[in-house]
């Protein structure tokens, strides 16, 4: 079961890898999820939207892309894509750290993996909760 944090053209002050990763995987137990593969890949607002324009067809910024590449729907095997650019301006936007927004996206990817959806008010909702409850754990609400 291997997670991998991998940044492409960009810096990310990403720390305690190894917890983040121990935490990611207990996430998944916990959500029922079976978990071969995860790679994280952090990049520019500029690359996610050129991946978010050839294979979902949108032309717009986004923070996060979460591809699952597994054939079996009970085991994730997936990349997620995740704008640095977007988190920090999300932070500012939200006015919350950078380190809470990228684990809220590292935690929403994850989440798509093990099936919560974003779309309409309530799928939306649950995903929120979900973030909520998972940034809380790893951070004891600090």
Do not use: W
């Not at 810096?11 to 790679?39: D, M, P």
């Amino acid at each position: 079961m291997a997670i991998n944090f991998t940044p492409h053209e960009v810096k990310v002050n990403l720390k305690n890898k190894t917890k983040l990763k121990a935490f990611l995987k207990e996430s998944f137990v916990r959500e029922g999820q079976g978990l071969k593969s995860l790679q994280y890949v952090f990049c520019s607002d500029e690359y996610l939207l050129e991946i978010n324009q050839q294979f979902l067809q949108h032309d717009t910024l986004t923070d996060i892309v979460t591809f699952e590449l597994g054939t079996d729907p009970k085991v994730t095997e997936g990349e997620i894509y995740i704008s640095v650019d977007r988190v920090k301006e999300n932070a500012s936007k939200f006015q919350v750290s950078e380190e809470q927004e990228l684990h809220r996206v590292i935690f929403h990817g994850a989440l798509h993996l093990c099936g919560y959806k974003d779309k309409g008010k309530v799928h939306a909702a649950t995903m929120r909760n979900k973030e909520n409850e998972y940034l809380s754990l790893y951070f004891g609400d600090k």
